[in-house]
């Protein structure tokens, strides 16, 4: 009994990972902190927009264009910062700016 309840909860949290979980995104995205000297600054609490305020995310010429592009532009963010988000922390960041700032149709 105990064990089948284990395994739905499981399956559950991995599929709404999946879906791209925007409130999950959110949490991540406030509490990320990253090590980094930016600027010849060195931070040891530096976060998503210390390089970049949100405006980047609404400015008119933006990289961002698709769903998809927004995502591949979090997990390069990711990626050269060594942030260490898994694809589906990546993926729930993504549904979080999307819902706040982006918005597209998925
Ligand atoms: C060390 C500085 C730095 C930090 C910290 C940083 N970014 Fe970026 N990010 C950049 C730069 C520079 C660009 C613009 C790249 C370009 O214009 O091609 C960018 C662009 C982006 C874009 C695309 C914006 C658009 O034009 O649509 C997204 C999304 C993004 N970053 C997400 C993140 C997230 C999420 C984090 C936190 C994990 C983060 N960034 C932290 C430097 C940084």
Same mark, same amino acid.
């Given at each position: 009994?105990?064990? /089948? %309840?284990? +395994?739905?909860?499981?399956?559950?949290?991995?599929? !709404?990972?999946? @879906?791209?979980?925007?409130?999950?995104?959110?949490?991540?995205?406030?509490?990320?902190?990253?090590?980094?000297?930016?600027?010849?600054?060195?931070?040891?609490?530096?976060?998503?927009?210390?390089?970049? /305020? %949100?405006? +980047?995310?609404?400015?008119?010429?933006?990289?961002? !264009?698709?769903? @998809?592009?927004?995502?591949?532009?979090?997990?390069?963010?990711?990626?050269?910062?060594?942030?260490?988000?898994?694809?589906?922390?990546?993926?729930?960041?993504?549904?979080?700016?999307?819902?706040?700032?982006?918005?597209?149709?998925?």
């Amino acid at each position: 009994m105990k064990v /089948s %309840a284990l +395994i739905t909860a499981l399956i559950l949290s991995s599929t !709404t990972a999946f @879906a791209g979980d925007a409130d999950n995104g959110l949490e991540l995205y406030q509490e990320v902190e990253i090590e980094r000297t930016i600027s010849g600054e060195h931070y040891t609490e530096a976060n998503c927009e210390t390089c970049h /305020s %949100a405006e +980047i995310y609404q400015r008119e010429d933006r990289k961002a !264009t698709t769903y @998809a592009k927004l995502e591949s532009r979090v997990e390069g963010c990711n990626t050269n910062l060594d942030v260490g988000w898994f694809p589906e922390d990546v993926s729930d960041v993504a549904a979080y700016l999307n819902r706040e700032y982006y918005k597209f149709e998925k």
